[in-house]
T-cell receptor, first 115, second 109 residues
Framework: NAGVTQTPKFQVLKTGQSMTLQCAQD?????MYWYRQDPGMGLRLIYY???????DKGEVPNGYNVSRLNKREFSLRLESAAPSQTSVYFC??????????????FGPGTRLTVL | QKEVEQNSGPLSVPEGAIASLNCTYS??????FFWYRQYSGKSPELIMS????GDKEDGRFTAQLNKASQYVSLLIRDSQPSDSATYLC?????????FGKGNQVVVIP
């Protein structure tokens, strides 16, 4: 049982390049989330998915797109990377719906640098 | 006003002492409150959740909630070097979790 996995662990991009961050969970959770964490800013929600086939914007969605490919996988895409998107990205999942108070389990994170 | 505020700077405590962390929130309708621990370079992990006013104890950790004053706190008793980490306060509202910036705790042996 691997929990929440993320790939890649590290990535360096040039401004304007695109990439997709992958996230998968093997806990049969319904809800999945993408956060970014910046020094002095805390964790901020980018997008979330309450169930397969549904996605919603979080606090900072601009410059990102997401896909809930199936119940296990939730990907985050940067179409044209900008230096402001340099951050640590965490994927998380929770068993119930986003309206429930159950624990969110976090993946190990992807450290992204945009030059 | 930011949704969840943790204003204290890094907290240094001697081993065996009590570490006290505070958090205030702006949404009066919030019903669920969480404390996450994050070691340097690692992902957050849940250590406490609290939903009603008063104290909730779990081992060496005690969470305290006061909805009227809109604050939640975390006490770490008998602090150990392994407690050295950043502690994130999180508040649930509008179907999403809002996090504070975190408080770094350093336990000095």
């Amino acid at each position: 049982n691997a929990g929440v996995t993320q790939t890649p662990k590290f990535q360096v991009l040039k401004t304007g390049q695109s990439m997709t961050l992958q996230c998968a969970q093997d806990m049969n959770h319904n809800s999945m989330y993408w956060y970014r964490q910046d020094p002095g800013m805390g964790l901020r929600l980018i997008y979330y998915s309450a169930s397969e086939g549904t996605t919603d914007k979080g606090e900072v969605p601009n410059g990102y797109n997401v896909s809930r490919l199936n119940k296990r996988e939730f990907s985050l895409r940067l179409e044209s990377a900008a230096p402001s998107q340099t951050s640590v990205y965490f994927c998380a999942s929770s068993e119930g719906g986003v309206w429930m108070d159950d624990e969110q389990f976090f993946g190990p994170g992807t450290r992204l640098t945009v030059l | 006003q930011k949704e969840v505020e943790q204003n204290s700077g890094p907290l240094s405590v001697p081993e065996g002492a009590i570490a006290s962390l505070n958090c205030t929130y702006s949404d009066r309708g919030s019903q669920s409150f969480f404390w996450y621990r994050q070691y340097s370079g690692k992902s957050p992990e849940l250590i406490m959740s609290i939903y009603s006013n008063g104290d909730k104890e779990d081992g060496r950790f005690t969470a305290q909630l006061n909805k009227a004053s809109q604050y939640v706190s975390l006490l770490i008793r008998d602090s150990q070097p392994s407690d050295s980490a950043t502690y994130l306060c999180a508040v649930k509202g509008n179907n999403r979790l809002a996090f504070g910036k975190g408080n770094q705790v350093v336990v000095i042996p």
